[in-house]
């Protein structure tokens, strides 16, 4: 089993900045790709920034948002800039794995919440 822990939502003025960390851990051989994803009250889940080898970002958060990680490639960050209310949601960390089973999988955070408003 693999699982994902998140931490660093919280509540933040509009222009601030935020930094969530995704920790992997489990019967990993290697993770293949990492991303997050939000989910606001009434709107559709969507894929804020991910990294696979090559990084992309949700245009609405291009030039704000950087995702990262670490030596171990078993933490994924993503650092928040210059906020805006419309970035309030759940923010989930998922996952591409190769299992030490040798099987592949997606796995998701708990979600962590990230409310942006003054």
């Known amino acids: 089993q693999v699982q994902l822990v998140e931490s660093g939502g919280g509540l933040v003025q509009p222009g601030g900045s935020l930094r969530l960390s995704c920790a992997a851990s489990?019967?990993?051989?290697?993770?293949?790709?990492m991303g997050w994803y939000r989910q606001a009250p009434g709107k559709q889940r969507e894929l804020v920034a991910s990294?696979?080898?090559?990084?992309n970002y949700a245009d609405s958060v291009k030039g704000r948002f950087t995702i990262f990680r670490d030596n171990a490639k078993r933490t994924v960050y993503l650092q928040m800039i210059s906020l805006k209310p419309e970035d309030t949601a759940v923010y989930y960390c998922?996952?591409?794995?190769?299992?030490?089973?040798?099987?592949?999988?997606?796995?998701w955070g708990q979600g962590t919440q990230v409310t942006v408003s003054s």
């Open positions: 998922n996952a591409l794995v190769t299992t030490t089973r040798g099987l592949p999988g997606t796995y």
């Open positions: 489990g019967s990993i051989s290697r993770i293949n790709a």
């Open positions: 990294d696979g080898g090559n990084t």
